[in-house]
T-cell receptor, first 111, second 117 residues
Framework: NAGVTQTPKFRILKIGQSMTLQCAQD?????MYWYRQDPGMGLKLIYY???????DKGEVPNGYNVSRSTTEDFPLRLELAAPSQTSVYFC??????????FGDGTRLSIL | AQKITQTQPGMFVQEKEAVTLDCTYD???????LFWYKQPSSGEMIFLIY??????QNATEGRYSLNFQKARKSANLVISASQLGDSAMYFC??????????????FGSGTRLLVRP
């Protein structure tokens, strides 16, 4: 049972570089989410999607972009990496009236 | 705006004893859900228990129970018979319901629980 798969698990970027964090789910969930977790803190919502072709901003969307071309995939794009984006990123998905299923996270450091 | 508050940054409990982790929330919605997640040192988020605002009974899942007091807007997690493997961060979260029935989770800042042998 794959569930929610995030890649990569770890990444170090230089300031100004760009990258895409991948997220895929095999549970046919309509709803997908990206969170970031800073050290010692709870999770904050970056972007979410209620279905293919539909995305919306969460609490902290600045510096990020998303797309949802298929039900399964919900990539998160960082265009110009900044040190403030050093964090652990979690992708999650859910069906109707279910708890969110989380991926194992991507630990991103920007130096 | 909806808000989740966890006032205990850290807690200790003796192995085999029970422990209560506090969570209070603020919402003007009538329909909402409350969740508890466990995050061990390995980092993954593990769903523990869920309580709906209209549920009449307090939720239970094995050694986990949720002490839901709607009038006080609290949803405390009770872990009975603590085990060493219960040492982790615990997050309370609230479901914010959108019109299309999707939901965003709002998380508290977490409580770190350490179980002493």
């Amino acid at each position: 049972n794959a569930g929610v798969t995030q890649t990569p698990k770890f990444r170090i970027l230089k300031i100004g570089q760009s990258m895409t964090l991948q997220c895929a789910q095999d549970m046919n969930h309509n709803y997908m989410y990206w969170y970031r977790q800073d050290p010692g803190m709870g999770l904050k919502l970056i972007y979410y999607s209620v279905g293919a072709g539909i995305t919306d901003k969460g609490e902290v969307p600045n510096g990020y972009n998303v797309s949802r071309s298929t039900t399964e995939d919900f990539p998160l794009r960082l265009e110009l990496a900044a040190p403030s984006q050093t964090s652990v990123y979690f992708c999650a998905s859910t069906g109707h009236n279910q708890p969110q299923h989380f991926g194992d996270g991507t630990r991103l450091s920007i130096l | 705006a909806q808000k989740i508050t966890q006032t205990q940054p850290g807690m200790f409990v003796q192995e085999k004893e029970a422990v209560t982790l506090d969570c209070t929330y603020d919402t003007s919605d009538q329909s909402y859900g409350l969740f508890w997640y466990k995050q061990p040192s390995s980092g993954e988020m593990i769903f523990l228990i869920y309580q709906g605002s209209y549920d009449e009974q307090n939720a239970t899942e094995g050694r986990y129970s949720l002490n839901f007091q709607k009038a006080r807007k609290s949803a405390n997690l009770v872990i009975s018979a603590s085990q060493l493997g219960d040492s982790a961060m615990y997050f309370c979260a609230m479901r914010e319901l959108r019109g299309d029935s999707s939901y965003k989770l709002i998380f508290g800042s977490g409580t770190r629980l350490l179980v002493r042998p």
